[in-house]
């Protein structure tokens, strides 16, 4: 079993950064896929940023160039660095975990990741 907590999330102006970080419990972090997603209000959860075990990277379009994932197996944390926020960055961002059992194809889908956190909310004002 693996818990999730989220944290970092807050109110900022377009154009500022913000860092989101996920911890995780566990002993076996590292053989962990990890993942970000997020979910604005009246919309469905999509995709945001994956990184596999091994230290592969996946991002959304909309996001690339902008957001960094990275994790830190000895502090069992995964981060997402977020820059040039726009408004519609503006959602529920919620971290996720699998034991890396899926090809890269599938690490934007959001049914193979078995844990979630919480979630932390990221609102941009323009």
């Known amino acids: 079993q693996v818990q999730l907590v989220e944290s970092g999330g807050g109110l900022v102006q377009a154009g500022d950064s913000l860092r989101l970080s996920c911890a995780a419990s566990?002993?076996?972090?590292?053989?962990?896929?990890m993942a970000w997603f997020r979910q604005a209000p009246g919309k469905e959860r999509e995709f945001v940023a994956a990184?596999?075990?091994?230290?592969?990277?996946y991002y959304a379009d909309s996001v690339k160039g902008r957001f960094t994932i990275s994790r830190d197996n000895a502090k069992n944390t995964v981060y997402l660095q977020m820059n040039s926020l726009k408004p519609e960055d503006t959602a529920v961002y919620y971290c996720?975990?699998?034991?890396?059992?899926?090809?890269?194809?599938?690490?934007?889908?959001?049914?193979?990741?078995?844990?979630w956190g919480q979630g932390t909310q990221v609102t941009v004002s323009s």
């Open positions: 996720a975990a699998d034991l890396d059992l899926y090809g890269d194809s599938r690490r934007q889908l959001d049914l193979i990741y078995d844990y």
């Open positions: 566990g002993r076996t972090f590292s053989s962990y896929a």
């Open positions: 990184i596999r075990s091994g230290g592969s990277t």
